[in-house]
């Protein structure tokens, strides 16, 4: 499985470039953590911060970078890391301390609400944090997939009726699946009115605002609290590297804050850069920056721009010839860089199961051919080719390549 091909279209995956490939065997002979002290790893990783926030629109409201990132292994170690700093902040919000008390103390159960498309690591979060996946309301989606706002406000309203403290809402910027964007600015305006912590799960799309067709519906992540990105999927970089971008940075700090006496120098002290350490619960780990950094640093903003751009218009153009063809079905409409759709046969006599296997049969046979990579997914029950445009190096030819290539063992195997 070479997914760092560009005619692998699987699950949400990038090609490392090549700068990031050599910055990180540079790293690696460093060896330097990045937990802190005076390594160079962690300066870069504040210089990067301010790049990652100014990628997403992660920015205050007169456009400024405002607040921290630190790099995880992964959008789930991004994901626990927000949540943990959500779950400490609303139990604060409610005039206790969760980091003395933990959750044993039988009070009101934390809720948080995310969307019925939501990454699964989401609700691993929650089980890990001890919120329990019962305390996690899955909120029903319009027919793009979108978390209903109205939905979520009932929701919240009967959990407060009902005793509860509701704490956190996770939205997405990107679902794995469809690709969905959450109405982030009206989650945020229920988030203001019942005083909760909103988090969006960027990992895919974060940074899709760059694409002009994607800024409107990703403004409001001027207005969250925290956002996930993982920039070892859209960013070019060698795996792994997530990142957290967290607005109130002092939070952060008191949520995880433990320095033992043999780790303390004097640059721990205030004004000094922060150590990641103290933001996050991995002490060593290696360098994440360096490789992260590189990558940005020679595309350049408007080459991330570009990539997006191109990835986007290449899903939106096998979009249009799913469309505009007598014998394939788009299965939901085509959001940032992924296509969900299968193959039809022209009679259409086929029942759903009798589709479901024949794409799935579709799919085997195209990995089994050497010729492409695109796995199936679910949407609405139905199995669906899902293809994911993430490679810089990807071009009109895949798309004409891909459909043919469906086209050609649909036939054979209807
Ligand atoms: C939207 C979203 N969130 C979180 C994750 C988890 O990220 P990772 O696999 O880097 O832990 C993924 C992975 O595909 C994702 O697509």
Request: glycine residues 8%; proline residues 4%.
């Amino acid at each position: 499985m070479p997914t760092n091909h560009p005619r692998s279209y699987a699950w949400v995956n990038t090609s490392p470039a090549p700068i990031s490939i050599l910055s990180d065997a540079l790293a690696i002979t460093l060896n330097n953590g990045q937990d802190g002290y005076d390594h160079s790893t962690v300066f870069i990783m504040h210089s990067l911060s301010r790049w990652l926030m100014e990628l997403s629109g992660f920015l205050d409201a007169d456009g400024t970078p405002n607040g921290m990132a630190i790099l995880l292994s992964g959008g789930s170690g991004a994901n626990l890391n927000g949540l943990t700093v959500a779950r400490y902040w609303a139990a604060k919000r409610d005039g206790w301390s969760i980091r003395e008390e933990g959750l044993q103390n039988n009070r009101p159960a934390m809720i948080y609400y995310t969307s019925a498309e939501a990454h699964s690591s989401v609700q691993r979060c929650i089980e890990q944090m001890g919120i329990g996946a019962s305390n996690l309301r899955r909120i029903e989606t319009d027919n793009s997939f979108r978390m209903r706002p109205d939905v979520l406000r009932e929701s919240i309203e009967a959990d407060l009726a009902a005793g509860m403290r509701p704490a956190c809402v996770v939205a997405a910027c990107g679902s794995t699946n469809v690709g969905a964007i959450d109405p982030i600015s009206d989650i945020a305006d229920v988030c203001d009115e019942f005083d909760l912590w909103l988090h969006v799960d960027g990992a895919y799309g974060g940074i899709v605002g760059l694409d002009p067709a994607y800024t409107e519906m990703t403004r409001a992540l001027n207005r969250v609290n925290s956002l996930t990105l993982d920039p070892h999927k859209w960013l070019q970089v060698p795996l792994d590297c997530g990142a957290l971008l967290v607005r109130d940075r002092q939070l952060n700090h008191e949520n995880y804050t433990l320095v033992p006496d043999y780790l303390r120098a004097a640059s721990t002290e205030e004004g000094s850069v922060p150590w990641p350490c103290e933001y996050m619960f991995e002490l060593t780990f290696g360098d994440r920056a360096l490789k992260t950094w590189a990558a940005v640093a020679r595309m350049g903003r408007d080459g991330v721009r570009d990539m997006v751009i191109n990835c986007d218009n290449l899903a939106r153009l096998l979009g249009e010839l799913v469309e505009k063809s007598d014998n394939l079905e788009l299965l939901a409409p085509v959001s940032v860089s992924t296509v969900n759709f299968r193959y039809v046969p022209k009679s259409g006599s086929l029942s759903n199961d009798a589709l479901n296997g024949l794409n799935q049969q579709i799919s085997e046979a195209i990995v089994g051919s050497g010729e492409a990579h695109i796995p199936t997914t679910k949407v609405n029950g139905a199995v669906s080719l899902r293809a994911c445009f993430l490679h810089y190096e990807n071009c009109e030819d895949d798309v004409h390549h891909l459909i043919a290539l469906v086209q050609q063992f649909g036939e054979k195997y209807e």
